[in-house]
């Protein structure tokens, strides 16, 4: 009698896929179908309006700008949690994964209130002529808050997993410590990073209610396009929420696919080095 390697595969496997099913790819296929039911001419004309441009441009820009700032900001925190110890290290280590805890509208009012015009940060920055609130900036902050933890808790485990011993026999050759870094552990580090990257690209590309608070929601200015998708499901227009939102699922999918293929050939050649 032919036994499974793993007891229950079927009935885990069943259960995996049906979640999968129900919970993912049937939101998404009515989503598909939804859009589909518009003609051509249609879809083309709502997805490309001047409105829905404006907020694909303030969208996509944002999620950029932030998600460079991640992994600036997420790979030196993640360094830091795992080379030092220090007072308030668990803390600091705890609180990276707030965003994920944190409901996004609370994370919206709590940063409106930080950087508006009389806020703690949003006052000093006011005395040097920088305005965070309402401008494509304040959607940048909100963005880079609630996806910063996906690029840390993506490098971290990579980074305390990482033999010393390579850097070790780097340094007894004489490579600097910019060097080593650059040779040796970037190139170990990009799977994670990429892998990081995308996940954050990807939760800045459909924020919705850390921004609508300190974005200040005007169109073609700082209106995004998930606010554009509520707009249209208002206003009882679901075929072009549905078209508009399969802008961002098609957007979000090319990412993810572009970074997966990117991600396996720097792991190809990790591997070969």
């Not at 998600?67 to 220090?86: D, I, K, M, P, Q």
């Amino acid at each position: 009698m032919k036994r499974n390697v793993l007891p229950g595969l079927s009935l885990s496997l069943g259960v995996t896929l049906f979640y999968v099913g129900v919970i993912v790819l049937l939101p998404l296929a009515a989503l598909v179908f939804k859009a589909a039911s518009l003609g051509p001419v249609e879809y083309w004309n709502i997805v490309s309006s001047p409105r829905a441009v404006a907020s694909y441009r303030v969208t996509v820009l944002c999620a950029l700008a932030a998600t460079c700032f991640n992994v600036v900001f997420g790979l030196a925190l993640a360094w830091v949690l795992t080379r030092y110890r220090f007072p308030g290290w668990r803390f600091v280590d705890a609180i990276v994964d707030l965003p994920f805890a944190l409901p996004t509208a609370v994370a919206g009012i709590a940063l409106t209130a930080l950087f508006a015009g009389n806020g703690w940060f949003g006052s000093v920055l006011a005395m040097i002529g920088i305005k965070v609130a309402y401008t494509p900036l304040g959607i940048m902050i909100a963005m880079a808050f609630t996806s910063l933890p996906f690029i840390v808790r993506t490098v971290q485990p990579v980074l305390e997993d990482l033999d010393p011993a390579l850097e070790e026999a780097a340094q007894s050759l004489g490579g600097s410590d910019w060097e080593i870094f650059r040779k040796v552990i970037l190139p170990l580090l990009t799977p994670a990073i990429l892998a990081g990257l995308s996940l954050s690209f990807a939760r800045s590309l459909g924020e919705f209610g850390a921004i609508i608070f300190i974005a200040g929601n005007q169109p073609f200015e700082t209106e995004i396009t998930s606010l554009l998708v509520f707009i249209r499901l208002e206003e009882y227009d679901y075929q072009a929420a549905a078209a508009i939102a399969s802008v961002l699922l098609l957007t979000a999918f090319v990412m993810l696919a572009v970074t997966n293929l990117l991600q396996a050939r720097a792991l190809r050649y990790t591997v070969r080095s």
